[in-house]
């Protein structure tokens, strides 16, 4: 007779400790200190003033989570961690990871019961301090969209396009990838006014500041948006908003983009490919603990309100797991439907 065994929800109860393995790697700098060779613990454990037997747990660790490898007998880093946990590398994400790690034991994960049960969805957002990124997150938040976009741009053709317009763009990350990639596209960026220097500072740095400007303002108010956009990105900023809101912000959209324009919405969602749901519900329940006013929504709900504002060809794909998109072309020979004047 077989029996059940609790060996799933220990794994669930200890994950934690994951977590805490990477984020130790990343704090001494172990990758960056292997670079392409591989290393003793004895050298490692010399060089950080620690015990052998410490690092050598850390290191044993790490390659059963299959960051590091063991080779010439020593440790070594794996292609993940030479690309994104190397502090010399292009994509390096260790302060995107840092992030999480801090949050992981924010007050709003220890009160995860409590503002669960008190969360109302719809309701003005209330964001909790801790939910503030500090100049190191928004470093790593850059990045990351540098590779968003890289993957947007591998997944999408966009060739056709010619001017982007990005609502809520950060710090420009991925509108920099997608001029990068296509030196016909020019764009706009509308980000709030505390965040609009930083990306301007960052696509100066990337040498496009001539294709890309940078407009200070909440891209909801009523201020018109910069004109000409033939293709709009919304990334990572419709959980942000209640319901209602998105569904107005896809008909102003509508109205707002020329005939065969492309709209692009680019998050967490929940039902874009087969089995790629706990990413999402998880960051639901950070959006919730932090006080946002809504959560990651179901890509189909994304699709569902394309098409009630009239859009096309609307599509979905999962291209940079977790990150899925969804997106709609205005139809050439018709005007878009319900949709909100452009200001």
């Given at each position: ?7 799933a ?30 290393r ?29 490898a ?6 070594a ?33 220890n ?16 964001f ?10 928004r470093?790593?938040?850059?990045q ?32 920099i ?33 001539a ?62 490919a ?19 006013p ?11 309100w ?20 969804v ?15 452009a200001?």
């Open positions: 007779m077989s029996h059940s065994t609790p060996a929800l220990i794994e669930l109860a200890t994950a934690h400790r994951r977590s805490r393995a990477l984020a130790a790697l990343i704090a001494l700098e172990i990758p960056t200190r292997l670079g392409a060779r591989a003793s613990r004895e050298s490692l454990a010399q060089e950080l003033n620690a015990e052998p037997a410490a690092i050598g747990a850390l290191l044993e660790a790490a390659v059963a989570l299959g960051v590091l063991r080779r010439d007998g020593g440790y880093n794996t292609e993940a961690a030479a690309s994104y946990l190397r502090r010399d590398a292009p994509g390096y994400l260790g302060e995107w990871f840092m992030r999480h790690d801090r949050m992981a034991h924010a007050l709003a994960w009160e995860l019961p409590r503002r669960l049960c008190a969360w109302r969805g719809g309701e003005p957002a209330a909790a301090p801790e939910s503030a990124p500090t100049a190191a997150d470093e790593g938040q850059h990351m969209a540098l590779l968003a976009g890289d993957a947007l741009a591998d997944a999408v053709e966009l060739g056709s396009f010619h001017r982007l317009l990005d609502l809520g763009g950060g710090t420009g990350g991925m509108a990838a997608l001029c990068r990639r296509h030196p016909h596209l020019n764009a706009a960026v509308i980000e709030r006014a505390d965040v609009a220097p930083l990306a301007r500072d960052a696509i100066r740095r990337a040498g496009l500041d294709r890309i400007e940078v407009r200070a303002g909440d891209f909801l108010d009523a201020a018109p948006w910069p004109s000409g956009a033939d293709l709009v990105l919304l990334a990572n900023v419709l959980s942000m908003l209640p319901a209602r809101r998105a569904r107005e912000l896809f008909g102003r959209i509508g109205a707002y983009l020329p005939p065969g324009g492309c709209v692009i919405v680019s998050g967490w969602m929940p039902g874009a087969e089995g790629d749901g706990l990413a999402p519900a998880l960051q639901s329940l950070e959006d919730i603990a932090l006080g946002a809504d959560v990651e929504r179901p890509a189909a709900d994304y699709a569902a394309l098409t009630e504002a009239g859009f096309g060809d609307v599509a979905t794909l999962a291209y940079f797991p977790p990150t899925s998109l997106m709609g072309h205005k139809p050439a020979a018709r005007r878009v439907a319900g949709s909100l004047a200001g």
